[in-house]
């Protein structure tokens, strides 16, 4: 069962444009999501994150937008750029016996075409 | 953040061998965690590894295929087991430092 549903499973766009992808989750004991960004060949890397406190959070051109009552997040890439093409995961974590177990998206591959 | 390394950066095992991988973190950390990414798929949790305590296995994986050592605060070893080419994956290093998770590069393993 998969506890954290993301889409699309990749997503092309043009260069300039906007990226989003979006997220759902079922579990409210979830209290932190986070969005990783991965390069061929490498590992993760934290992106950006919210708490379930916030709506909004904005870093650069990035933005996670959050509905608690919909238990919905979704992340935008603003003013897309190719450097930008890699696989987007995002993830949501609970306390677990003393540290945040992390549950992931399927993950987006995103292509920027010039 | 999180420096971490990971030895080998991938590897070709024949089935029915072993392999050992390696991780090693810049600073203590109490908590390390093993993941696996099969091809074009998510991150899956394989155990969490606490130093001076046995590894917690994720449902699915158990302890005779994937055993792990968590010698120090700074270090741990996953080993594969009895590989199979279902075991190809790139596998993933990874600790929790002030509520956020850094990974390591992974490993590419493909079992022939």
């Known amino acids: 069962q998969q506890q954290v549903k993301q889409s699309p499973q990749s997503l092309i766009v043009q260069k300039g444009g906007i990226s989003i992808i979006n997220c759902a989750y079922e579990n409210t004991a979830f209290d932190y999501f986070p969005w990783y960004q991965q390069f061929p060949g490498k590992g993760p890397a934290l992106l950006i994150a919210?708490?379930?406190?916030?709506s909004e959070k904005k870093e650069g051109r990035f933005t996670i937008s959050f509905n608690k009552s919909a238990k919905q997040f979704s992340l935008h890439i603003m003013d897309s750029q190719p450097g930008d093409s890699a696989t987007y995961f995002c993830a949501a974590s609970q306390n677990s016996g003393g540290y945040q177990k992390v549950t992931f998206g399927i993950g987006t591959k995103l292509q920027v075409i010039p | 953040s999180a420096v971490i390394s990971q030895k080998p950066s991938r590897d070709i095992c024949q089935r029915g061998t072993s392999l050992t991988i390696q991780c090693q973190v810049d600073s203590q950390v109490t908590m390390m965690f093993w993941y696996r990414q099969q091809p074009g798929q998510s991150l899956t949790l394989i155990a969490t590894a606490n130093q001076g305590s046995e590894a917690t296995y994720e449902s699915g994986f158990v302890i005779d295929k994937f055993p792990i050592s968590r010698p120090n605060l700074t270090f741990s070893t996953l080993t594969v087991s009895n590989m199979s080419p279902e075991d190809s994956s790139i596998y993933l290093c990874s600790v929790s430092r002030s509520g956020e998770q850094y990974f390591g590069p992974g490993t590419r393993l493909t079992v022939t």
């Open positions: 919210i708490r379930p406190d916030v």
